[in-house]
């Protein structure tokens, strides 16, 4: 079966990127978040409705690292790679005991394979007509997967933006330079959105194939723990969920369609 699980990203750094070393010093992660913007739509006047998505952005793998220690805040960066996802252990401390409470919990990443710093020291308004002009190309993703759970179809109270929320199993083409490098599947979620939504709760299953091309989307997520000694409840941010939004689907294999369309 054809592969695909490709991410293009043009976007802007929010932050310097982040480096965790080693006990020799050496860096052996890199992280980064990035603003990346697609074209969500236009009217009938032909005025565009930017949609502006933060990316996290994660890698093990040295020279990608080598790249990524270049990028500071302000800079504009290309990145082409993969959607990953992994189970890591999440530590977070209680603010009223000082306890240290351990879990583990999903996180879902851009691994680089291609990272390049193409503008650097550009004004805010330089910045935005950039993003702009380069939205085809800033935030793409391409993925064929098998439908692995959800399906959750929610219509929004017939507001006539429904949504219909799935994961997909989509099995590795590339070898991922960190801790999940013996993983052979990522397992994303996809939310789709509008008309995507509408037919896809009619003609997809758990075990439908499909191929999807749309955009990353991110939703920040603050979690509410409770401390495992003194039982006080406490919030703590998260990683953003990062989630596939299709702006087109081909219905592959075991779909409800009398054929593939
Ligand atoms: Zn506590």
Redesign the pocket.
């Known amino acids: 079966m054809a592969k695909e699980n490709s991410i293009l990203l043009h976007g802007l750094a929010l932050k310097d990127a982040t480096l965790k070393v080693g006990e020799d010093g050496t860096p052996v992660r890199a992280m980064l978040y990035m603003r990346v913007v697609d074209r969500a739509k236009s009217d009938e006047n032909g005025n565009e409705e930017m949609q502006y998505t933060t990316v996290f952005v994660y890698s093990g793998a040295p020279k990608v690292i080598a790249k990524m220690s270049e990028i500071v805040e302000g800079d504009l960066v290309d990145i082409y790679g993969t959607l990953t996802t992994a189970k890591v252990p999440k530590k977070r401390v ?6 240290v ?1 351990t879990a583990v919990g999903d996180v879902t990443y851009v691994s680089p394979l291609y990272v390049c710093r193409r503008e650097h020291g550009l004004s805010p308004d330089e910045i935005n007509a950039k993003l702009i002009e380069r939205a085809e190309i800033s935030n793409r993703v391409y993925a064929i997967g098998n439908i692995c759970a959800g399906l959750d179809y929610n219509d929004k109270n017939g507001t006539g933006n429904p949504n219909l929320r799935y994961q997909m199993a989509i099995p590795r083409t590339i070898r991922v330079h960190d801790d999940t490098a013996n993983v052979e599947t990522d397992y994303p979620w996809v939310l789709a959105t509008g008309y995507q939504a509408l037919e896809g709760k009619d003609a997809l299953r758990i075990g439908s194939t499909v191929y999807l091309k749309g955009h990353l989307r991110s939703k920040e997520q603050v979690k509410e723990i409770q ?6 409840v ?1 919030t703590s941010q998260d990683f953003p969920l990062m989630r596939i939004s299709p702006h087109f689907t081909e219905y592959l294999h075991n779909c409800n369609f009398p054929d593939s369309k």
Do not use: L
Request: aromatic share 8%.
């Open positions: 209680c603010p009223v005991c000082g306890s409470n401390c495992s000694k003194c039982e006080s406490f």
